[in-house]
């Protein structure tokens, strides 16, 4: 007879779903510290809509999206969807995960149950007018990130998807590597890609800020496999073989320099002065990293107030700063003159659409762009890995957790 | 010659219209006479003196310039004496890598004339041959003059870099420059539903004269707020900047998710303070766009021969009188360009 809770690892028959799960969630009581937030709960297992699908989840991601939904801040994503009528009062999140179709809705046509698959994180309303006209769906107003503003994600043994996320689970690689590095790649795809002119082609230099993060790491991945030459930007030297080892052409420690955050005011003629002879140095160690004089036609944000006024002033005649984050903080001065003098384009850019997220997997099916799994941990240890990751001592590249998985190596064929 | 020339940078003060040595023209040259040179903020910025900028004194500007052929060089086959013509006033090697794929104003050794070689505010103007287009006879030379060097820079943001869309909504701040007023018509021509903001009621006519669908006196009403209400919370999909600091926060706020914001200048200071979160969140786009590449000049060009755009003239002065018509210019009271006749 069926049970109405599997053990962790212990499989339902193929497509037979349980009552309930095992889920990590957070509550609005909890909202704080990471490793006190996020705790193991027992759940009710999601029913799923017609154009969705429930994956029996074998590892899972770890994304700093969850550290923020752990704190509540800057945005409480509970009270968001209780807002909009959903009936949850947690947080069960997760947002990247490799594992097996469980059920789904009647008009899922691209996937069937017993499919192995990871799990794109751009999540749309089917009937948003935008997305039926045929436009990129990462634009439209219903778009949400899956497993962060989207309930029942990676965290939880049956996570609730829609079909359209689901891609095939590159062959190769083992559950935990599968399940590590989609929503950084993807993100890090479309800032590379997606935006023409500004697309990686051989030869280019792009500078990658923060080079040793998941993003980052993925960044000098992808850059690698379009024939690129990228310039990794890190914090201390420990840093630097981590990015030589992912195909960086140059490493540059930015604790030597000084000259960050909001720019001061040019009328200041000493302090801008100093920022301007900080920011030349900079754009030099760029060129001595890569032994030609050549600057960057791509420049990869996310630190963004800190490092963004340096950006755009190292940034190529008519190149591109991308950015898809703010770590550093929001505030950021642009001195237009260079702007519009040297034809520059500073873009914004959010996730990614399936075609980018199938696009960047069949890069890590080919072999050509390592997924960067960084350490995999046990399920109960998932409140610990947001908290290292907050507290910036997490190991370079992406973390995973086993969630079905019974122990790492598993699932590659 | 004459020339409306400076000895040394400063004000009004410095001008005047003077005897100058004519110009001696190279092989690859056509010497223009020149009829008609519109001004240009270009104008007054060179006059008062740009950081970097060293000039053989003493030094005239003007970039518009319309004329007929006086002389050509001795290699000079396509272009001949007594042709009607207007002047591309781009200046580039034609060697380095971004000339090589035809982005002429990003050349590394990029130049306009009238700023760093000798202009058109003068009897006589020097300009290589492949730099002058014939005029058709219909095109009078104060409205191929009026019509250069703004349309070359607003197509060229709307156009190529904005790649502005029919149906799409435009909004651009600031009407009463040379670059705004004309972009309402090149909007239009796009197909695009124009607004455009303005301190006056009558230069916000001027503009719905020209096609302006949307009109908003920003003196009195909030322009943010209206845009807001007026398309649903929506915005617009493309902003035209040329003012800076003074409207940089309203134009991120104003432009629709996936939107472009392009910018050519920055009248009221470049130091432009930047909500990141709107720019990833919105995935917005923003553009710095100079002047044009060839290919460009010659595309708009074709527009106004074909009658589909037209110059936007302020006022026609005899070149004598330029001091006058510079500072009319300084203070702001023009709608479109001053054109300077000789």
Redesign the interface.
């Known amino acids: 007879m069926a049970s109405d809770l599997y053990d962790l690892g212990d499989k339902p028959p193929l497509g037979e779903v349980p009552k309930h799960m095992y889920a990590f969630a957070v509550r609005q009581n909890r909202f704080g510290q990471p490793r006190d937030a996020w705790k193991r709960e027992v759940l009710p297992t999601p029913t799923i809509g017609p154009d969705e699908v429930l994956v029996y989840v074998m590892a899972s991601g770890i994304n700093y999206n969850n550290v923020w939904a752990a704190l509540g801040q800057p945005l409480d994503v509970i009270a968001e969807r209780l807002k909009m009528g959903e009936p949850e009062d947690f947080h069960a999140g997760g947002s990247d995960c490799s594992g097996i179709v469980w059920a789904t809705g009647k008009d899922v046509k691209n996937v069937k149950v017993g499919d192995e698959v990871i799990v794109h994180s751009g999540w749309w309303r089917p009937d948003d007018p935008w997305v039926l006209s045929g436009k ?1 769906p ?2 439209a ?1 219903s778009t949400r990130i899956w497993g962060y503003q989207t309930n029942y994600g990676s965290y939880c043994q049956f996570a609730r998807a829609q079909g359209h996320q689901c891609i095939a689970k590159p062959k190769k690689l083992t559950w935990e590597a599968a399940g590590c590095f989609l929503l950084c790649a993807s993100t890090a795809y479309r800032m590379l890609m997606g ?1 023409e002119p500004h697309t990686v082609e051989a030869g280019d230099v792009v500078l990658v800020w923060g080079a040793t993060g998941g993003l980052g790491s993925l960044a000098l991945e992808i850059i690698r496999a379009q024939g690129g030459r990228a310039v990794a930007v890190v914090s201390d030297d420990a840093k630097k073989k981590f990015c030589m080892e992912h195909a960086a052409v140059g490493v540059i420690n930015r604790s030597q320099f000084d000259h960050w955050g909001v ?1 001061p ?2 009328k200041d003629g000493k302090a801008y002065g100093n920022w301007a002879k900080g920011a030349r140095a900079f754009g030099k160690a760029i060129w001595d990293a890569l032994g030609e004089r050549t600057s960057p036609r791509i420049v990869f944000e996310h630190p ?2 800190a490092t ?1 006024p340096t950006s755009e002033f190292v940034c190529a ?2 190149g591109m700063i991308v ?4 770590t550093t903080g ?21 996730l990614s659409n399936d075609q980018q997220a199938l696009a960047v997997t069949k890069l890590v099916d080919a072999g050509k762009v390592d997924p960067c799994l960084s350490q995999t941990y046990r399920f109960d240890e998932l409140p610990e890995c947001h908290q290292l990751m907050l507290d910036n001592k997490h190991p370079y590249g992406n973390m995973a957790v086993l969630v079905n998985a019974p122990r790492t190596g598993l699932g590659a064929s | 010659m004459k020339a409306l020339a400076f000895a040394e940078h400063g004000g009004l003060d410095k001008l005047r219209y003077q005897d100058v040595a004519d110009p001696k023209i190279g092989d690859g040259d056509v010497l223009v006479r020149v009829r008609a040179a519109a001004l240009n903020h270009l104008d007054l910025f060179v006059r008062e003196g740009l950081p970097g900028l060293t000039l053989p004194m003493p030094f005239w500007t003007g970039c518009d310039i319309a004329g007929d052929v006086a002389e050509v060089g001795a290699a000079v086959r396509d272009v001949k004496v007594g042709e009607r013509v207007a002047v591309n006033p781009n200046l580039y090697d034609g060697r380095c890598e971004y000339c090589l794929r035809g982005e002429h104003s990003l050349c590394v050794r990029y130049g306009i004339l009238g700023e760093h070689t000798h202009g058109g505010l003068a009897e006589y103007v020097k300009v290589e041959a492949r730099h002058v287009i014939r005029l058709p006879e219909a095109i009078r030379y104060e409205d191929a003059a009026a019509f250069v060097l703004v349309n070359m820079t607003a197509w060229r943001m709307l156009v190529t870099q904005a790649r502005l869309r029919a149906g799409e909504d435009l909004l651009i701040l600031g009407v009463g420059g040379g670059v705004s007023s004309t972009a309402v018509q090149i909007g239009k021509l796009c197909g695009a539903r124009v607004w455009v903001t303005s301190s006056s009621d009558e230069k916000l006519e001027r503009a719905r004269a020209l096609g302006a669908d949307e009109c908003i006196n920003y003196a009195k009403q909030d322009w943010v707020k209206v845009i807001g209400e007026k398309t649903g919370r929506r915005g617009v999909d493309v902003v035209l900047e040329n003012v800076g600091a003074a409207t940089w926060k309203g134009a991120i706020r104003t432009v629709a998710k996936g939107g472009r914001i392009v910018t050519c200048g920055a009248t009221s200071g470049p130091i432009a303070e930047t909500d990141i979160r709107l720019v990833f969140w919105k995935q917005l786009s923003i553009i710095g766009s100079t002047m044009s590449n060839d290919a460009e000049f010659n595309a708009v060009m074709g527009q106004l021969f074909a009658g589909r755009l037209r110059a936007i003239v302020d006022t026609v002065m005899p070149l004598r009188e330029g001091v006058e018509a510079q500072r009319r210019l300084a203070e702001g009271k023009q709608f479109g360009k001053i054109v300077l006749t000789s």
């Open positions: 990129d990462m634009l107003e935006w720019m005011d040019t963004g107030e963004l005649t008519g950015i898809c984050a703010g929001y505030n950021v001065t642009l001195d237009l003159r260079y702007h519009w003098m040297r034809q520059k384009r500073f873009q914004g850019s959010h």
